[in-house]
């Protein structure tokens, strides 16, 4: 692996981030449950086959790339406070006083935590 600045890190953070927060918001995902719709089609009367929705919006079916899965490993070797704040940040996209509420942290903390996660991932 090629050593890169804290400007390619954070960028890397970024895709990261905007990545996972489209898989826990179900980006692409269905928002209702197959034996929800096995129920709703049963009360209904429908008789249709529907094999194929039960198998193919389950989050473990989940496809993540290479890239990502190498920062995920890298990020779970570092402190849980380090974890809490890279998730805050580049996940949620928060900054500022709102991201250290989140992270139950005062400001100043949330920022020591953020950069030194950020300094460990270089």
């Given at each position: 692996?090629t ?20 898989k ?11 034996f ?16 194929k ?10 496809i ?13 070797r ?14 949620l ?30």
């Amino acid at each position: 692996m090629t050593k890169r600045n804290i400007k390619q890190l954070r960028r890397e953070l970024k895709t990261w981030g905007s990545y996972w927060a489209s898989k826990e918001y179900g980006a692409g995902y269905s928002n209702r449950s197959s034996f929800d719709r096995m129920v709703e089609q049963i009360k209904l009367g429908c008789h249709i086959k529907i094999d194929k929705h039960l198998y193919s919006h389950h989050s473990d079916m989940i496809i993540v790339p290479e890239h990502i899965k190498e920062l995920d490993k890298q990020i779970e070797r570092l402190r849980p406070e380090c974890i809490r704040v890279i998730r805050v940040r580049y996940i949620l996209n928060l900054k500022g006083v709102m991201a250290a509420k989140i992270a139950q942290m005062e400001k100043r903390t949330f920022e020591y935590w953020l950069q030194r996660a950020e300094l460990v991932l270089v």
